[in-house]
């Protein structure tokens, strides 16, 4: 599977908030180098690259402070949460997180949350929710964005987060939801965040949602190298197709591209701070 070729680019430049450049997919390999290049070149000028075990945290820090287009977020992924098999071991990894959301170019404690799509049993749920608390706790005593992984779990998402109390700027990330979370996530001030799943026609509640959405709680990602956009489902995403993601937002919002990219990319900056 090869990646699909370069879109139209966008008039206005924007953020991809959400990508993943260590995970390889597809037969044909390119570099982060070369995918930031081409992400360029469409009118991507910056991204949030996000990890989600310690390893890959680590090296989407070191990432960060290497080149100025990418920020970094940095957490141990719900499902990853239940392999350190005791609390004091997961702890230990969660404390390695604190340290590196003290990096100046980290800017996100996530991906964190709740997944009881692939995580099941008590035991193992248990650790999930423990390192959800401790991740949510990090964001707010580092005063950086919270970016959740919501799978099959959204009552007990906003309950937890209810409950032990939010982080000032929180990002549903490939935002999964219906109106009734949408309308939930308004209330709170919480950021919707849509990727390339929107395209699909059988996702009718994603596009419900960004409609209802007001302008400045919505953001544009690609979670690459998966969801990627129609009509190109089955090969790669990157950070160059954004522009695939914000034309069907600005369809579905029905309103101009360019200010839909520009409002994006004021959005992003708010959650994230500056690139530069």
């Known amino acids: 599977m090869s990646y699909p070729p370069l879109p139209e680019p966008l008039e206005v430049a924007t953020y991809d908030n959400h990508t993943h450049f260590d995970i ?16 360029a070149a469409v009118g991507i000028k910056g991204v949030v690259q996000v990890g989600v075990t ?5 090296w989407s820090a070191d990432l960060a402070a290497k080149d100025s287009r990418v920020l970094a977020a940095v957490a ?8 350190y098999e005791t609390l004091p071991k997961l702890d230990e990894a969660i404390a390695e997180i604190a340290q590196l959301a003290k990096q100046p ?17 008590d035991a193992s749920l248990a650790l999930q929710g423990h390192s959800f608390e401790e991740h949510v706790r990090i964001a707010k005593e580092s005063d950086l964005a919270l970016m959740i992984h919501d799978r099959d779990a959204h009552d007990d998402v906003v309950a937890t987060l209810k409950r ?13 939801g219906d109106v009734e979370l949408a309308q939930i996530c ?3 001030g919480w950021h919707m965040s849509f990727a390339g799943n929107i395209t699909i026609k059988r996702n009718e509640h994603l596009r419900n949602s960004l409609a209802m959405a007001p302008k400045e709680l919505i953001l544009v990602e690609t979670d690459a190298p998966f969801l990627t956009p129609e009509p190109f489902r ?16 600005a369809e579905v919002r029905g309103v101009d591209v360019n200010e839909l990219s520009a409002q994006l990319a004021t959005n992003t900056e708010h959650v994230y701070g500056s690139w530069n």
Request: proline content about 6%; glycine content about 8%; hydrophobic content about 35%.
């Open 164 to 176: 032990v109390g939010a982080p000032d700027r929180v990002v549903f990330h490939c935002y999964s």
């Open 54 to 58: 310690l390893a890959t945290s680590k």
């Open 105 to 121: 170019r980290v800017r996100a404690i996530g991906e964190t949350g709740l997944d009881f799509f692939r995580t099941q049993g």
């Open 24 to 39: 390889a997919f597809g037969d044909e390999a390119l570099s982060t180098e070369q995918q930031l290049d081409k992400a």
């Open 234 to 249: 089955g090969r790669p995403n990157a950070s160059y197709l954004v522009p695939i993601t914000v034309r069907k937002m």
């Open 76 to 83: 141990i992924h719900p499902n990853e949460a239940p392999s």
């Open 186 to 188: 308004i209330d709170n």
